[in-house]
């Protein structure tokens, strides 16, 4: 693994930490027979969810192409 610095290590514990606090949201699993588009308040709790991980992922992927490239 790439060396990160005392900064990319604490900020890669906080996206971990935040993605294991979704990974056990009530919403980061749609249930089976679910159908979209039904219920618009249940929608938007699925949808806010997926958009965190999502952003979560992304700043995990830039925080390793940095360590990566040594910026």
């Keep these: 693994m ?3 610095t ?3 290590r ?7 930490s935040n993605l294991d606090k979704l990974r056990h949201d009530p ?3 749609v249930p089976a027979g679910y159908t979209h ?6 929608d938007e709790k699925y949808n806010k969810v997926f958009v965190a991980v999502k952003s979560i992922v992304e700043e ?11 910026d």
């Design 2 to 4: 790439w060396k990160m």
């Design 6 to 8: 005392l900064k990319q």
């Design 10 to 16: 604490r900020r890669h514990s906080e996206l971990i």
């Design 27 to 29: 919403y980061a699993r």
């Design 37 to 42: 588009g039904e219920n618009p308040d249940e």
């Design 60 to 70: 995990l992927q830039q925080l390793e192409i940095a360590v990566r490239d040594g």
